[in-house]
Every structure is written in C-alpha cells, then in structure tokens.
C-alpha cells in the first residue's frame, strides 16, 4: 500500500470516527488499523457501544496506564 493511500485512509477514519491527532496515535500505538476503527462506529441502534473515541482513550489507558494530552 502507498503512502499516499495510507494517509488517505487514516483521513477517513479521523474525519468519519471524529477523532484528534492524538486520538490517531493512540489507535497506531495500540496497532489499530484505520478499518477497524471505521468498523467499531456505532450505529444508532447501539447506545450501549461508547464512541470509537472515547473507546481508543479507555483501551489506551488499560494498556499504558495514562492518555496522550
């Protein structure tokens, strides 16, 4: 895959998933792919499913113990 292609798609999943820079490295730290964020969306249905935002930030925190600021 390009590199061109590659930020294409981690565009798509920042703006679709409503995430920040931050939110971005998190989920690339933790080897998230920009498809299995994009994925995890909930749909309106879901209530109970956090936000994939909110959902990087808690798993990050589990792994490393704190949250990029």
Not at 7 to 28: F, G, H, P, V, Y
Not at 37 to 53: C, S
């Amino acid at each position: 895959m390009g590199k061109s292609k590659t930020k294409a798609t981690w565009a798509e999943a920042k703006k679709r998933c409503r995430l920040s820079q931050q939110d971005i490295q998190m989920a690339k730290e933790l080897g998230m792919t920009p498809k299995s964020l994009i994925k995890n969306i909930p749909a309106p249905k879901e209530q109970w499913k956090a936000p994939v935002k909110v959902w990087v930030r808690d798993l990050y925190e589990d792994k490393f113990g704190k949250v990029l600021k």
